[in-house]
T-cell receptor
């Protein structure tokens, strides 16, 4: 599975959009980009995933560059409850393990 | 939907004792994963099962650790004997391999402290 690089931490004002970047320059053609988050003292939670097209669901949007070497997770209106560690993971979709890096610690401030 | 259930939620034991962690996956899921999280090493996969069969146990630290999945609704992770360095939060996750999306759903974790 390809390695990802994320900033260690980010701040965001409540109500504003939070844009979390991820670099995955060695991604292969059959690998998907997955995002999970972990709120303090809880298990990780799936957010969204994509292959090459931009994706949106009720939680977030995922923007993947055309060359697929990087992506951005967007939380359109961040709330205090979005404070968490966000993990960008690249893997083949069909089964198998998730390899978690250090993630980005997002702090949403009032 | 009850989600993934783990027990106990907290466990404090003394070095040398046997520890058994339990997990009930989401009904209908056919994959089950055991992870360990520490400050130093982050979140690590220990072992995962597909259809109750262990597929990859390369993350199991050593022979003191063992995991079983006797049926589709139950799994255990056992540490015998336990050591202080085993102190961590242990997460169980389940998923539907080949599902759309192929995601994993995590339980609340078991916080293990070995004195």
């Amino acid at each position: 599975d390809a390695k990802t690089t994320q900033p260690t931490s980010m701040d965001c004002a409540e109500g504003r959009a939070a844009n979390l970047p991820c670099n995955h320059s060695t991604i292969s053609g059959n690998e998907y980009v997955y995002w999970y988050r972990q709120i303090h003292s809880q298990g990780p939670q799936y957010i969204i995933h994509g292959l090459k097209n931009n994706e949106t669901n009720e939680m977030a949007s995922l923007i993947i560059t055309e060359d697929r070497k990087s992506s951005t997770l967007i939380l359109p209106h961040a709330t205090l409850r979005d404070t968490a560690v966000y993990y960008c993971i690249v893997r083949v979709s069909q089964g198998g393990k998730l390899i978690f890096g250090q993630g980005t610690e997002l702090s949403v401030k009032p | 939907d009850a989600g993934v259930i783990q027990s106990p939620r907290h466990e404090v034991t003394e070095m040398g004792q046997e520890v058994t962690l339990r997990c009930k996956p989401i009904s209908g899921h056919n994959s089950l994963f055991w992870y360990r999280q520490t400050m130093m090493r982050g979140l690590e996969l220990l072992i995962y099962f597909n259809n109750n069969v262990p597929i990859d146990d390369s993350g199991m630290p050593e022979d003191r650790f063992s995991a079983k999945m006797p049926n589709a609704s139950f799994s255990t992770l056992k540490i015998q004997p336990s050591e202080p360095r085993d102190s961590a939060v242990y997460f169980c996750a389940s998923g539907l391999a080949g599902g759309r999306p192929d995601t994993q759903y995590f339980g609340p974790g078991t916080r293990l402290t070995v004195l």
